[in-house]
């Protein structure tokens, strides 16, 4: 909006009002751009989001796994620490 065409090299209100609505719709498209790029960011938030219960799901499963395992371990070596100490007592 530099200089005017009224008096006085002036600037009309037609030419603020042609300025204002130009303004108003970057202002628009700017709101727009705000609030498809927001629209976009929560998507893929949720999508995230969603992948947390099938994350928890598998961690519990393999923690099971694990503490199978673990107890499987434990039994055997207290079958093994009962076999040393039945044979060192045999022995000595």
Same mark, same amino acid.
């Given at each position: 909006? +530099?200089?005017?065409?009224?008096?006085?090299?002036? #600037?009309?209100?037609?030419?603020?009002?042609?300025?204002?609505?130009?303004?108003?719709?970057?202002?628009? +498209?700017?709101? !727009?751009?705000?609030?498809?790029?927001?629209?976009?960011?929560?998507? @893929?938030?949720?999508?995230?989001?969603?992948? =947390?219960?099938?994350? =928890?799901?598998?961690?519990?499963?393999?923690?099971?796994? !694990?503490?199978? @395992?673990?107890?499987?371990?434990? #039994?055997?070596?207290?079958? +093994? =620490?009962? #076999? +040393?100490?039945? !044979?060192? #007592? @045999?022995?000595?």
């Amino acid at each position: 909006m +530099a200089g005017g065409n009224g008096p006085n090299n002036r #600037v009309t209100t037609q030419q603020f009002h042609e300025a204002q609505l130009e303004t108003n719709r970057e202002i628009a +498209a700017l709101a !727009l751009k705000q609030s498809e790029e927001r629209a976009a960011m929560e998507i @893929r938030l949720i999508e995230k989001i969603g992948g =947390v219960p099938t994350q =928890v799901q598998t961690n519990k499963e393999e923690i099971a796994i !694990l503490r199978k @395992r673990s107890n499987i371990v434990d #039994v055997i070596e207290g079958f +093994a =620490v009962t #076999v +040393a100490i039945f !044979l060192g #007592v @045999r022995n000595g």
